[in-house]
């Protein structure tokens, strides 16, 4: 079958790969969907950061090139003699986690952060940008008759942004301000809508995204080219929002993000940087400011808890997927219309998907 493969920057082919067999405890997905993420923009461009390139990766034994894709659904197609909680014809959504199981924080049930943290897709595995995969039946969280298997694909990424929401403290009329409108900050943006966040301020350079970010319940849409979003923030609220999220990646966007905050405000960082940022160490001194890092979402063998309660959101209308989906191309299609389109500054689109079947 066909599939893409990581072989290092600028470098992901469409190659023939062998379809694995199910052993008792996975199953079969044909995929229908998977989403092109932010992390594998930066693999593409900067990489590697999670592939592991010199030595195998600790769990999944694999380095580069590895198959990439790691939001994806699709429908079961075979189980495992030992699976019992899983059919063929179940829509599922798969959690991509990697985790070793043995180190302190697996221990204490923060698989998210294992010493040897990873993920399908970009630390190996069967990556969903292929047309099938075989994973743990773990890792097969059913869609239910209410979700479409294509929004599937975006569980993962939406399971990020809850996650952010619910490690940044988030109070029921916080006034809120997101920082970089893409998958994640679109995520992060009904996330906080639904935890019950006050005014939500969203800075954004590009127009496409901006108004995509008023799809998604923001409040007040600011152009950081043409206003300065920290002297807006603090002027439209009692002295600065109550919580930022820092999801551009970018330093100016973080300086911004903590400057925004009132005093005793809280900062919860989302991107994955590709460089270091300089900041003044007193912004956060002087007003009792708190920085929160986030990774992912809570994972682990109870099947990702928060993908749960992400699929339960979806069933009832409070998160929306389509504000995110701005293009379905084929697997043929990735590179040229998939990874640099979304790389292109001045690309309208925020999340496409690859669907292997698409014609």
Not at 135 to 140: G, K, L, M, N
Not at 225 to 234: A, L, M
Not at 280 to 301: C, D, K
Request: proline share 6%.
């Amino acid at each position: 079958m066909q599939a893409a493969t990581y072989h290092g920057p600028k470098d992901i082919r469409i190659e023939e790969v062998a379809e694995g067999s199910v052993d008792a405890g996975e199953v079969r997905i044909d995929i229908d969907s998977c989403g092109i993420c932010g992390s594998d923009l930066h693999e593409y461009t900067a990489g590697p950061i999670f592939v592991p390139e010199g030595e195998p990766h600790p769990v999944s034994g694999e380095k580069a090139p590895i198959r990439m894709g790691h939001e994806y659904s699709g429908t079961i197609t075979e189980v495992g003699d030992a699976v019992t909680d899983l059919s063929v014809g179940d829509a599922v959504a798969i959690n991509p986690i990697l985790y070793c199981g043995e180190c302190r924080q697996c221990h204490e049930g923060n698989y998210h952060i294992c010493d040897s943290i990873g993920f399908i897709g970009l630390s190996g595995g069967d990556g969903g940008f292929a047309e099938s995969a075989v994973v743990d039946a773990e890792r097969a969280v059913p869609l239910g008759d209410d979700v479409p298997v294509e929004h599937g694909a975006l569980v993962e990424p939406l399971s990020v942004g809850l996650h952010a929401v619910r490690r940044s403290e988030l109070q029921a009329g916080d006034a809120v301000a997101v920082f970089g409108s893409g998958p994640i900050g679109l995520s992060v943006i009904q996330c906080a809508r639904a935890a019950g966040a006050g005014r939500i301020f969203v800075s954004e350079p590009r127009d496409a995204r901006r108004n995509r970010a008023d799809d998604c319940g923001a409040d007040e849409l600011i152009d950081p080219t043409t206003t300065d979003p920290v002297e807006y923030i603090q002027s439209h609220t009692d002295g600065g929002a109550d919580v930022t999220f820092e999801v551009a990646g970018v330093e100016p966007s973080f300086n911004a993000a903590v400057e925004s905050t009132a005093p005793s405000g809280r900062t919860t960082i989302v991107s994955i940087w590709e460089e270091e940022v300089n900041t003044h160490p007193n912004t956060l001194v002087l007003g009792e400011r708190t920085v929160t890092g986030t990774l992912a979402y809570l994972g682990g063998p109870r099947s990702g808890e928060e993908y749960g309660m992400v699929i339960d959101m979806l069933a009832d209308g409070r998160l929306d997927p389509e504000p995110f989906i701005t293009g379905r191309i084929g697997l043929e299609e990735i590179v040229e219309e998939g990874f640099d389109r979304l790389i292109d500054p001045e690309s309208d689109h925020v999340k496409i998907l690859v669907k292997p079947d698409m014609t």
